[in-house]
């Protein structure tokens, strides 16, 4: 059966030194590779073509890694080649992930000629101190002058990626954050909680005792005022960790928490197609090696995506969204198991709903506030 693949998604991995939280594959950015990796990146796509047959997508995301270190030109070529080895008639969204430091006024202009239509910025905060502390290469300054350059441009959709609970941090510098990217009016902001990623520099240094974390309580204070600030200012949190403007919710993200099916390409892509999940292996080596002599990426893991656990994972994610989920709908895709498995399912969101952790309303349930901020906890509890 021919899947249908609504998203695609294209990881460059190339970065311009490594942040001190971030645990990803990247590799530093490196020119001739980057041409190097474009192609490949087009011949692993037109091999996919071959064997699904034409892909008529509606989204593009194109992450990293931090694409947009890629010059113009090579992402240009590459671009133009994506649209025409696959059918972009339906598109909707074409986003691309960005660092401040990298979105000049030229950029965005060949951005626009080559339609994409969605930047996401990765801002983390508007404070040198506290980008000192996550590593990052650019400025409290260069964060700001992507955003005013975005919002000069009259760049439609946009997003900024904030991170909250940074050691350090006070409440009073995050509030600064959040006020200063209203400045801008983004239609779209993203807030992640920090987390200690094993294998980061940060986690090294919080293990030695170099830096202390945030308590809990402070985390979630941290998060709470971002979800109040930005209610205020009119944003919908669609998802835990996003909020949007009427209509500038991320279509590519949505798709894949309803289920949707996408296909990634490039070293460390994770794909989810006719029933399998499988992600290339992250070593850029590996991937060039192997598309260049024309056998497929190697995978670090690749399993069958049984009906089941599809379907858990659509409940657990559709609880992510402001929109909920809803148990029949879910049950329907797994014939005559799912009535078994909706039943399952209501016991124990009942039990969790006498927690004050979740609630249903018009056939749809969905988590409290409280839920939110125990999610992880809500989605152990609906495991088998
Ligand atoms: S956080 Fe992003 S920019 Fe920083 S090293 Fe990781 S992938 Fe690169």
């Known amino acids: 059966m021919k899947p249908s693949i609504s998203g695609l998604y294209i990881h460059v991995p190339f970065c311009d ?20 990796y474009a ?19 509606e989204t593009v995301y194109v992450g990293g890694g931090t694409p947009t270190l ?16 696959v059918n972009c008639s339906g598109l909707r969204e074409w986003t691309i ?6 979105l000049t006024e030229q950029l965005l202009e060949f951005l626009g000629e080559a339609s994409v239509n969605r930047i996401s910025v990765g801002v983390q905060a508007f404070d040198d101190a506290t980008l000192g502390i996550l590593g990052r290469r650019h400025s409290a300054a260069d964060a700001r002058a992507a955003c005013d350059r975005l919002k000069r441009v009259q760049w439609v959709n946009w997003s900024v990626d904030l991170i909250a609970g940074v050691p350090g941090q006070g409440a009073g510098v995050w509030r600064d954050t959040l006020l200063q990217a209203m400045d801008f009016g983004p239609p779209h902001l993203s807030v992640y909680a920090l987390t200690f990623e094993e294998g980061s520099r940060l986690a090294a240094r919080a293990t030695a005792g170099h830096i202390a974390s945030l308590s809990d309580e402070e985390q979630l204070d941290r998060l709470h005022e971002a979800q109040d600030f930005l209610s205020r200012q009119g944003y919908e949190r669609y998802e835990i960790s996003n909020f949007a403007r009427s209509g500038f919710a991320c ?13 990634g390409i490039g070293c460390a892509a994770s794909s989810h197609v006719a029933g399998r999940r499988w992600t290339n292996a992250p070593d850029i080596a590996a991937y060039l090696a192997a598309v260049e002599a024309g056998r497929p990426p190697p995978r670090s893991e690749d399993e069958s995506f049984s009906p089941a656990a599809r379907a858990l994972e659509r409940l657990i994610f559709g609880l992510r969204m402001a929109e909920g989920v ?19 399912w209501q016991q124990r969101l009942t039990a969790l709903a006498g927690q004050g ?3 249903d309303h018009a056939g749809r349930w969905f988590l409290k506030e409280h839920g939110c901020d125990l999610a992880d906890l809500v989605a152990r509890e609906l495991m088998p």
């Open 17 to 36: 030194g490594k942040c001190d939280y971030c645990a990803f594959y990247s590799v530093p950015y490196d020119p001739v590779m980057a041409r190097r």
């Open 39 to 57: 192609e490949a990146l087009e011949r692993e796509l037109t091999g996919w073509v071959q064997v699904y047959g034409p892909l008529a997508v």
């Open 70 to 85: 890629v010059s113009g030109e090579v992402l240009r070529e590459f671009f133009e080649r994506v649209r025409s080895a």
């Open 326 to 344: 809803n148990l029949e709908e879910i049950a329907r895709s797994l014939g005559d198991r799912g009535i078994a498995m909706a039943s399952e």
């Open 97 to 102: 992930e960005a660092n401040p430091g990298t």
């Open 357 to 359: 952790l979740v609630t």
């Open 251 to 263: 279509l590519h993200n949505l798709a894949c928490w309803r289920g949707r099916e996408y296909l």
